[in-house]
């Protein structure tokens, strides 16, 4: 047909590993039929369990009305723990109807939204291995997104956004963002590009950034992850057009050249203070240094260097 200049274009197939489901079990003691919250049970050798619907479960405690309705009981006996609560025990296993562990994904999306979604399933692991799947725990990426949406807008969803430059400090964040997420995406490592995005807006909130020049940039590289936050961001900005058809920011390895480095100092084999050294530091230069840095004489209680071992960027090491 022409289309590709090779007989087989693809060099690699990748399989995408199952989301398994995590099972409620609620405990029933074999003799009484009583059911226990799981912290009270000591032998579970005396005790039988139920799958309880998982969306009758939040954060392990059981809504004990749902359970007895799924089951057709009244007025049966639940012992509760000292904060009044049942709790269930989880089991991680194979998605099913009959174990009543099955996530729509229908669901989580109306709850939620898509990108939530989207992010938390990237999130959960590695694209190739089984994981299981907890609604419990996405509320970490609910909130990520929404200190997106807050970095953008102020409490009346008025953009918060200046023209003024980008400083080094702001350039070498989002360059830092940039390679780990363009080469994590190489990669298919998509889990790891979630905890890069959390990081980067942890460090650019404390650099109080508010600049078109870094924000801008950044939703292009959130984009193919949550294009629907994305997109609407892309458009409060002023922007014409899709963000899909902006290309994913070239990277600036000049902002990740580092100058200075932290080192932990060691003292007979042994950590004992820090330092900020240049990375072009001399052994001699070091050495000045050490004599009059303060840890480091109260740890050698003023005794003269016997020797002084430095490997640039890896270790410093007195020895008194």
Known sequence: MGEVNCEEPYKKLVNQGMIQGTSALVYRHKETNEYWSADLVENDKDFSTLYADVNYVKNSRLDIPAFEALYNETGSIFHKNKQDEFLTTSLVEKMSKSRFNTVSPDAISDEYGADTLRL???????????????????????????????????????????????????????????????????????????????????????????????????????????????????????????????????????????????????????????????????????????????????????????????VPRRIVNVVV
């Open 120 to 310: 938390y399933e990237m999130f959960l692991g590695p694209i190739e291995a089984s994981k299981p799947w907890n609604t419990d725990g996405i509320s970490g990426v609910v909130k990520f997104l929404r200190r997106v949406y807050n970095w953008f807008t102020d409490d009346n969803d008025v953009l918060k956004v200046n023209d003024e430059p980008a400083n080094f400090e702001e350039n070498k964040a989002l360059n830092k963002l940039i390679k780990k997420v363009g080469e994590d995406i190489e990669k298919l490592s998509l889990n790891t590009c979630v905890p890069a995005f959390m990081m980067f807006l942890a460090e650019i909130t404390d650099l109080k950034c508010q600049k078109r020049a870094i924000m801008q940039p950044f939703l292009s590289v959130l984009a193919p992850f949550t294009p629907h936050i994305s997109e609407e961001l892309h458009e409060k900005m002023g922007n014409v057009g899709t963000i899909l058809d902006v290309p994913f920011p070239e990277l600036n390895e000049s902002y990740l050249v580092e100058d200075s480095v932290k080192m932990a100092i060691q003292i007979n084999g042994k950590v004992r203070a820090e330092m900020v050294l240049s990375v072009t530091a001399t052994q001699s230069e070091v050495e000045a240094l050490l004599q009059d840095n303060a840890d480091v004489l109260k740890w050698t209680e003023g005794k003269p260097f016997k020797k002084v071992v430095y």
